[in-house]
């Protein structure tokens, strides 16, 4: 099937001024997401036209603000207050600010980088000899072969 | 001069098959603003991929929600094989397309009938869950299952059907369609339907465009946006025509669910004719390491299962975007300056699917 997506990853500071054009061309905004890396947010904001699929990404610190897009698109509002709400991330300047009351969780702010385990990315084993990598490459390959 | 009152909608009411909250804000029996608030049953699905391996988690996107459990199925394995370069048996793929049609179906009817009961028509919702015991019938019969299918794995499908199975499948839908026409005629036809619906909770092609508006909603306003057109799993050999009117009210929202439930009958009776033969999985080696946005048209709308990992077992990112979450600011922008009455008919043609919401 192989959609083709476009990933561009891009400054804080830019952000407004390409989602304006983006506006301007004619994209529509898909989504606003939100990933927690080891110690930084990566913000994926997703546009679509005529089903072409791009997305612009900052990586932002978590005393660092955001700037928001509610002045040029109104409806991201709520994934905004999603944003603030979940991930803790300040956004600042939204048209429709809920502070706080759009998500309320038991435990504030689920998805910071507090409670977040990322999980252990595997260990590199390039500098082992070369019979003994294969052998624990098929141990872990299929973990639904141990299921079964 | 009227003062302001709020009245508190949800997150039980009687309309509501599920918890969501808004606070209106009203003048007289005019609203003013809707403030929304999730979370009612906010079960944080989405952080489980710390808990459960990428395979074990189909299980977890299968329970997202009840009417679209097979969709979210389907996203999610269609992102983990992407990120993966897994190519998926073609049997798979129309197996995929014809549950994914059903469910479709199973939830346009459904809806119908919850219409049906939200404006007082009482045998109407009978006659439309009637309808759709059909529907739950096959999906028993084909998967062992009635709501949550889990037919769906990373690589294809579980379980296989024959060709018999799926002749009687197209013979069942065929008997259902006549059924299905004399209910849509009191949908379309009756004066009542007509009048509670017709002309309520107007959005403009622009207004729905630019608030982000998907699925039936976005249709029913004139735009033609239907992401089966991009051609996932085997909609890229049937033709896939999305079901567009223009009036953009309530009562258009309801004509084109009824005109998909057509379409998507035509679409499973053209998966059957050209299904090939063939294994319907593919084994799974390795983990998944990088990042897919993956798109499909729900009942409801488009969604977007996001899936990102690093080579580990655990994902470290799953996020999914729900048509209705997508469809809330237009819903706010309707709400405004609409009649307090009419409220629960205007939420309800949005079709909300809030367990979709609180994943």
Redesign the interface.
């Known amino acids: 099937m192989s959609e083709p997506q476009e990933i561009i990853p891009i400054g804080k500071n830019d952000l407004v001024g390409m989602v304006a054009q983006l506006f301007a061309e004619g994209y529509r905004l898909v989504q606003i997401g939100c990933t927690t890396l080891p110690s930084t947010y990566e913000l994926n904001y997703s546009f679509d036209k005529d089903y072409r699929f791009k997305n612009l990404r900052i990586t932002v610190t978590p005393d660092e603000e955001v700037p928001s897009i509610t002045a040029i698109w109104p409806n991201a509002f709520l994934y905004e207050n999603e944003i603030h709400d979940l991930f803790g991330l300040t956004v600042k300047n939204i048209a429709i600010d809920y502070h706080g009351t759009l998500y309320r969780t038991a435990i504030k702010t689920p998805f910071s980088i507090e409670n977040v385990k990322a999980p252990e990315p595997p260990k590199q084993k390039a500098e082992a000899p070369e019979q003994k990598t294969e052998a624990p490459d098929q141990q872990t390959d299929s973990p639904e072969q141990q299921k079964e | 001069m009227a003062h302001k009152n709020i009245i508190p909608f949800g997150p039980q009411h009687p309309v509501l098959p599920e918890p969501i909250h808004f606070e209106l804000v009203t003048e007289d029996e005019k609203i003013i603003d809707a ?6 049953v ?1 079960r ?1 699905l ?2 489980l991929v ?1 808990k459960r ?4 988690y189909v299980h977890i996107a299968d329970r997202i929600c009840g009417l679209c459990s097979f969709m979210h199925c389907l996203g999610y394995c ?1 992102a983990v094989e ?1 990120i993966m370069a897994i190519q998926v048996p073609e049997r798979a793929l129309y197996l995929r397309t014809i549950w994914a049609e059903l469910s479709r179906i199973h939830s346009h009817i459904f809806w119908l009938g919850v219409a049906a009961d939200a404006f007082g028509f009482e045998s109407l919702f009978m006659q439309s869950l009637r309808l759709r015991e059909s529907v739950l019938d096959i999906f028993e019969e084909t998967t062992g299952a009635r709501v949550i299918l889990g037919v769906c ?2 690589g294809g499908v579980r379980r296989d059907m024959d060709a018999e199975t799926l002749e009687g499948i197209v013979n069942r839908l065929t008997t259902m369609k006549g059924d299905l026409e004399e209910l849509s005629t009191v949908f379309i036809n009756d004066y009542s339907i007509k009048h509670r619906l017709a002309g309520v909770g107007f959005i403009s092609k622009e207004d729905a ?4 508006c998907v699925g039936p909603m976005a249709r029913a306003s004139g735009l033609a946006l239907d ?1 089966r ?5 085997a909609y ?1 050999y049937l033709d896939v025509e999305p079901m567009v009117e223009s009036a953009g009210d309530c009562y258009a929202r309801c004509l084109v669910r009824i005109r998909e439930n057509f379409h998507s009958i035509d679409l499973i009776r053209q998966a059957v004719s050209k299904i090939p033969e063939g294994p319907v999985d593919v ?5 998944p390491n990088g ?3 993956s ?1 499909i048209e729900q009942p409801r709308g ?1 969604v ?1 299962h ?1 899936v ?1 990992g ?8 799953f ?1 999914v ?1 729900v048509p209705t ?2 469809n ?3 819903m706010i922008k309707v709400l405004k300056g609409s009649d307090v009455a009419d409220v629960p008919n205007i939420i309800l043609t949005l079709d909300p699917c809030i367990s979709c919401t609180e994943r």
Not at chain 2, 35 to 40: D, G, L, R
Not at chain 2, 229 to 233: E, F, H, P
Not at chain 2, 310 to 317: A, I, P, V
Request: glycine share 8%; net charge positive.
């Open positions: 403030i929304p608030s999730i979370s009612y906010h944080g989405e952080r710390e391996d990428f395979i074990d269609q992407e794995k990373v465009y630019a608030l982000g992401m057109t991009i051609g996932y799993a890229k084994k799974v080696k390795g983990t990042e897919y946005f798109r488009e977007i996001y990102k690093n080579g580990s077992k655990f994902l470290q990112r996020r975007r979450f997508s809330i600011p237009a």
